[in-house]
């Protein structure tokens, strides 16, 4: 998923429409209860949400700084510009603080 890190500065409009799952001991994941649109991932501790890019508006000097699970990314894609590149297993350690 491409998303924006929009940390802890998110309101939702129609939140009596969004359902919410307890995905893993550090995250949750918000979805439309209507439609099942994927619209946010939120670390439980911090409240520090991403949401998918395509909910935007996004201007076009928007640039991707990194990407996560890039040793579970298929062979079949890269993207043009460099990033940091993040394995699973570092994401997990900076997020649980092991």
Known sequence: MLAVDCQTNVEIFGEEHVA???S???AERG???KCGSHLFYRLKETQQYSVPAGIFDL???VKMTHQIF???KPGYYD???E???ITGLELV???SGE
């Open 31 to 33: 979805f439309c209860s």
């Open 70 to 72: 890039i040793d579970e």
């Open 93 to 95: 350690t900076e997020f």
């Open 24 to 26: 893993s001991d550090w």
């Open 20 to 22: 919410v799952f307890d």
């Open 79 to 81: 993207f043009a510009n």
């Open 59 to 61: 201007p076009q000097e």
């Open 83 to 85: 990033t940091r590149n």
